[in-house]
């Protein structure tokens, strides 16, 4: 049986810029992968790639035994993409709008009704089905633009970024329309910079940096060597590199660092018992104003491998998603 | 079947997006109308010259009309990205710009009845030959129209577009021998009237219309055939080379 998608050494250069340099990766049947990595690292033109929307200057895509670097068109029929900026028609209405790309997959008329109709209500849009899609607020779009993307019932679902720049509420719900749609069967290619939302759908995940593929593994193996560690961050004020120094000798199982926020953070191979580490921050001067333990979780997988801090990533791309 | 459910619907679309708005439909009534009027003054020859009118302005209505509307079309789906999903269907991507065009050669070729159905209530047009007539107009339609898609792929903002389309269609108008006849257009200029697609478009028209034309009726038919399929080809590979990079 095929790989759902199989890709062999792609490169890609824009200009100065090597945007993919030489990577490969297999995505099976019912699959949800992610592609996880910072702004700019190559993940949507991966997806353009893939999709036919850009030529690679090397390698090979093959979707579902299709080979698409031959035949870019071939296989259009069996993928559905939802991009990173909703791109559905502003003077439509909802429904017509799902109507209109029901019949670009050659879908008769009858069936492009009853179906758009279903989706809406499934996304829970079907009150606004005859508004004009530019009245639609950012999560009603993103809604939308993915109903849009599975409107064909695609084998193959591309989903670029689907929850930035939208509001909690809404990214719940669209994440809990992804994970139903993974159930259902629908092999699914989700880039992300959410590390959180990446781990809680995701079966595989590829880190992507600078165009290069630096890790790829289920989320269970990426989280294995984890293990076993116990993290504590403890937030407190005045925390000096001479306290630094004498934690490590008072506390010589542990091993101490002092981050962003004057946090100490604590990491053993064993339980961390946390009285005695407050009391002695706090005869040592300092203010200790919270401690709490740490779950390990895909973000440190994500921060050792990449080297890339996973909070100043999101923040990055908030940013993006408000100004759009 | 189902590429063919794909093209009507991209036309049906944009035929309800762009070219059936209010202001369309005025400028296509208006537009010809005001072009009819200025002549017929400027002429001061009565009635009976109004014929003589019609080449010029239906080749201008259905220049305007159908350059203007492309530029629009195609160069605002590109800009908001909506193109993509077109170039994403499973559909022939030849027929998918077949399907994008289609909607203004139909505008063109409704613009260009205008005149003519306001002409028909006021002079005697049985003397046209509509046989070379109406494929004259259609084929007039769609060299504009893939001249306006030739331009509207070149550039990235609609501004751009109407303006390097000014390039094209002002000199056009006056080279084509629709008001200034080829013959006595300075020799150097010659040449750039015989490389335009409207001065076969407006010879097939001063034939149907008042059987005077310079070249036969086959030459202005393929020449304007070829214009049409170079025009479509070029704008065709550009979008490949530009769009899908």
Redesign the interface.
Known sequence: MFDAIAVQGIKKR?DEVQALDGISFNVKKGELFGFLGPNGAGKTTTI?VL?????PDAGKVVIDGIDCTRR??AA??L?G?V?D?S??????SGFGNLC??A??????SKERKRRAQRLLADFGLDKAADRKFATYSKGMKRKLTIA?GIIHRPEILFLDEPTTGIDVASARQLRQLISDLHQSGTTIFLTTHYIEEAERLCDRIAFIVSGRIVKTDSVARLLQPLRGRHVLEITCTGITAKIERALSVEFPGLDFSIGKQSIVRVEAGEEIRVGPLVRFLEEAGTEVAEARKVKPSLEEVFIKVTGIEAEAMEKEKERKGRKE | ???W??Y???LA?DMK?YYLKPPNISWGIIFPLVWTGMFFIRSGSGLGSIPNLLPGVISVAILFGTTSMLAVNITFEKK???F??????????ELLMLAKTGGAILFGTANAFVPVIIAAFIVDLSGIAWAAFVPGIILIAMSSTFLGLFIAVAVSEVFEAQTFSNFFRFPMIFLCGLFFPIAKLPVFLKPFSYALPLTYGADILHGAVHGEHALPYLLDFGALTAFCLVLFAASLWNIKRKW??
Do not use: W
């Not at chain 1, 791109?87 to 439509?92: D, H, I, K």
């Not at chain 2, 993509?84 to 991507?93: G, Q, S, T, V």
């Open positions: 824009f353009n999709t036919g929307l850009a030529r870019p068109k259009q029929h993928v993409v991009p900026e791109n559905l028609y502003p003077e439509l209109f790309c019949a670009l997959y050659g879908m008769p849009a | 079947m189902k590429d459910r794909a009507f619907a991209i679309k997006t908001n990205r909506s993509e999903r077109l170039l994403l269907a499973p559909i022939p991507f899908i990079l």
